[in-house]
């Protein structure tokens, strides 16, 4: 079993920033990489960036230039830097945790969640 614990969340002026933090822990042998969701009022869970073990890093279009991912291995934590944040990025964000085959590029989420942080940008 892997635990996330999510921290960082809040309510921030629209152009302003926050920093997500995902602390993972237990069987983190198991997982190679971390991603963080989001789910909007009224709207499905997204994918919005993940990162592997290795620092291969991947975003949704929607943040990409804004929003950086980044890890610190030795304190199983993962960040989520968001800047130039807008009222269509408030949702609850979620930490999961997953495998990323580098060979296909692609992420696949395990059933680890965090319990989410709640980001709300005021316009």
């Known amino acids: 079993q892997v635990q996330l614990v999510e921290s960082g969340g809040g309510l921030v002026q629209a152009g302003g920033s926050l920093t997500l933090s995902c602390a993972a822990s237990?069987?983190?042998?198991?997982?190679?990489?971390i991603a963080w969701y989001r789910q909007a009022p009224g709207k499905q869970r997204e994918l919005v960036a993940y990162?592997?073990?290795?620092?291969?890093?991947h975003y949704v279009d929607s943040v990409k230039g804004r929003f950086t991912i980044s890890r610190d291995n030795a304190k199983n934590t993962v960040y989520l830097q968001m800047n130039s944040l807008k009222s269509e990025d408030t949702a609850v964000y979620y930490c999961?945790?997953?495998?990323?085959?580098?060979?296909?590029?692609?992420?696949?989420?395990?059933?680890?969640w965090g319990k989410g942080t709640l980001v709300t940008v005021s316009s």
């Open positions: 999961n945790a997953g495998r990323f085959e580098q060979s296909y590029g692609v992420y696949y989420g395990m059933d680890y």
């Open positions: 237990g069987s983190t042998f198991s997982i190679n990489a």
């Open positions: 990162i592997s073990s290795a620092g291969s890093t």
